[in-house]
């Protein structure tokens, strides 16, 4: 059992190794550099997030809803009066057939061919960098600094003098930070959503002619870009319009109206659309080629890694993604299509963060026997002369010992199960903290006996684990691109990432809970068991066998 648990754990944290392409892969043959991958990711992260989640929406409905606002709101009026009485009430008020048929357009584009996707890009991107540009110093020119000080004697004005009541929201205490520390956190959990751009170069990246050194450079310079544009917009926004008054739908939209600029609003809606229609695009493109590449390893079902020969496009792929993307957008309101990506994000960033902390550390499973070092084969001699050993109390000496004293200044498979414990361990220590500071905060740090103890507890608990990795050997193999400050700046991250987890609603948690029992049902079902790695090292063995084992 305890043999099958350890290969069960192995399967978990198999790398899939990077690296150029090789000419004689035709068909992942590489065709977008370093400059096409941080385009990619700009144009996805300056989609739906600096354009419509500054108030909530995802892509395909932040398009439907910036294409309304310029109609004035009939189509979703008209849809609204036909279809509300037969929505369930954990679906959208109305099914958003424009939607819908945006994600079919744009999956036809893609099984025509992703050979016109880098021109897309740029073309997109400089209009909505223009956007972005006029938006941001339009609003410092039309701006009011009394907007980030309002009172509540402004609420009452503003509110009588607004005609549209979608766009009116809670006072909260007012001035800069009207919602306080709490306010910032379930904003920053939202909005998420934002940045999850950089993974799209990720998926994307199998185009790359060099994923190594293009996937890192991309990742950070979109996402300084990025930041940068954020920053830019959301403090025009607010300066241009109070903030209990910012649209929820078309913010920019009616901002300009706000502050009598109404003719701009359509130049702005122009450039939006076709943010959206490339964030959209780039989105459907990365989630195809996630599928196809997981498809091609073996995790998901074989028929998904098949090419058109003619279009040289995963046309099974496309149209399946294509189509579920459409019906959620169709049916599922957009506050939780956004909640459930940005909570799927969270996670995601977080499974990154913990893999970066336990790789660092894990020895290298390619090496065959003969690759070994002679501080590897000393080490496996100590491990075998330690388990002869007729005292126990020796032995467990020398393993707590091992913990802050390791015997060797390379990872070893010890070293790789002392970090692999100790950063589960940590996750759930950083859990437990995170749910008694999101329930109990003032308590905390108000000095409550019970809750600031066991508090401090914590903290010491998680110091003394993450010194523990910390005095373990790392890997040294070079590379283009490492995470500095390891474990620090991982486990911060962690921290952050699960911090922001448990603001999330409960319904959003049911959603991603049946979204991921979907998940493991297919993987563990599946997936698993058809990993190409795995294949590929059992039929090695058959020409390559080691010692003690025999040709069949």
Known sequence: MLQDARQFGQKLVRRRPLGPREETEHHMAGCLNTLDLVIIGVRRMLGAGVHILVGTACIARAWSYTFDSLTGNHISRGLEGTFSLYMPYYLAKYPDFFALGLVLLLMGLLVLGVHVLPQVNKVFMGINISVLSFIIVSGFIKGDLHNWKLTEQDYPLNTSESNDIYSLGPLGSGGFVPFGLDGILRGAALCFYMFIGFDSIVTTGEKAQNPQRSIPIGIVVSVLICFVAYFGVSAALTLMVPYYQIHPDSPFLQAFLHVGW????????????????????????????????????????????????????????????????????????????????????????????????????????????????????????????????????????????????????????????????????????????????????????????????????????????????????????????????????????????????????????????IWMGIGFVIYFGYGIRHKLEENTEQHTGLHLPNDGQRHP
């Open 262 to 513: 109404g003719p701009a609003r359509y130049a702005v809606a122009v450039g939006i659309l076709c943010a959206l229609s490339s964030s959209l695009l780039n989105t459907m493109f990365a989630m195809s080629w996630l599928i196809y590449t997981m498809a091609e390893d073996g995790l998901l079902f074989r028929f998904l890694a098949q090419i058109n020969a003619r279009t040289r496009t995963h046309i099974k792929v496309i149209m399946i993604s294509g189509v579920l993307a459409g019906v959620l957008a169709l049916l599922f309101h957009f506050s939780d299509l956004m909640d459930l990506m940005s909570l799927r994000s969270l996670l995601a960033n977080l499974v990154v963060d913990f893999s970066v902390l336990v790789l660092r550390y894990h020895s290298d499973q390619n090496l065959s026997k003969n690759q070994k070092t002679e501080e590897e084969s000393e080490m496996e001699l100590v491990v075998k002369e330690r388990s002869l050993d007729p005292v126990p109390e020796a032995n467990i000496s020398r393993n707590l010992k091992s913990l802050w004293f390791p015997a060797s200044t390379i990872p070893t498979q010890t070293s790789g199960q002392i970090v692999y414990g100790c950063a589960i361990v940590l996750v759930v220590l950083l859990t437990i903290l995170s749910l008694i500071l999101y329930r109990w905060p003032s308590q905390v740090f108000s000095g409550d006996p019970v809750l600031t103890t066991v508090a401090v507890l914590l903290l010491l608990l998680i110091t003394g684990v993450t010194a523990i990795i910390w005095r373990q050997p790392q890997d040294p193999t070079a590379l283009h691109f490492r995470v500095p400050a390891l474990p620090f700046l991982p486990l911060v991250s962690i921290f952050v990432n699960i911090y922001l987890m448990v603001h999330m609603t409960t319904w959003t948690w049911v959603l991603f809970g």
